[in-house]
């Protein structure tokens, strides 16, 4: 890519499954660090059963970037979170109703899903402004989130969380 135009700030408006696929992989491929996503409890599923994407992040892995990931874990996905830790940090976050990724604090995605199409848009941009402010949110979750181990015990073992709120 030329260096003018790679320097470019840019906002893509995705549509379709094959196509999202398609720049998903592209981004991945460009990855030189790491990746960091936010997954939401109903798509966790889609990212390590879509071959391709799952492929694409055991290519990462296999680069030696570095993944982290946010999720909520459930009863209902424990099996597809559990697939996750194989190549990333995984955390649990209660209530995390987001799909978003940024690549090497430089690129950040947002994927929208619905019944009819796993993917069906996304918002993908290197707008720095942006980008910066999707990398704080996620830092801010990652450190409210606890080990994945730890709500997998809790899940698998029928403990109650722990809750305490500080009101002021």
């Not at 402004?129 to 809790?154: D, R």
Request: proline share 1%; glycine share 2%; charged share 30%.
């Amino acid at each position: 890519m030329n260096e003018a135009i790679s320097s470019l700030e840019k906002t893509e408006v995705l549509y379709d499954n094959d196509n999202i696929q398609r720049r998903v992989l592209e981004a991945y491929s460009e990855i030189k660090e790491q990746h960091e996503s936010c997954i939401d409890h109903t798509e966790v599923a889609m990212v390590v059963t879509y071959d391709a994407i799952w492929n694409g992040l055991l290519n990462l892995k296999k680069r030696g970037i570095r993944m982290r990931c946010i999720v909520e874990a459930t009863h209902e996905n424990i099996v597809y979170c559990k697939k996750l830790t194989e190549i990333a940090q995984v955390r649990h976050l209660t209530a995390i109703r987001s799909n978003f990724g940024i690549s090497d604090r430089k690129l950040c995605l947002h994927t929208i899903t619905n019944e009819e199409q796993p993917l069906s848009h996304a918002i993908i941009t290197n707008v720095k402004g942006i980008v910066e402010a999707q990398q704080y949110l996620f830092e801010t979750l990652w450190s409210k989130a606890i080990p994945l181990e730890k709500k997998i015990k809790e899940l698998e073992e029928g403990i109650v969380t722990e809750f305490i709120e500080t009101l002021r």
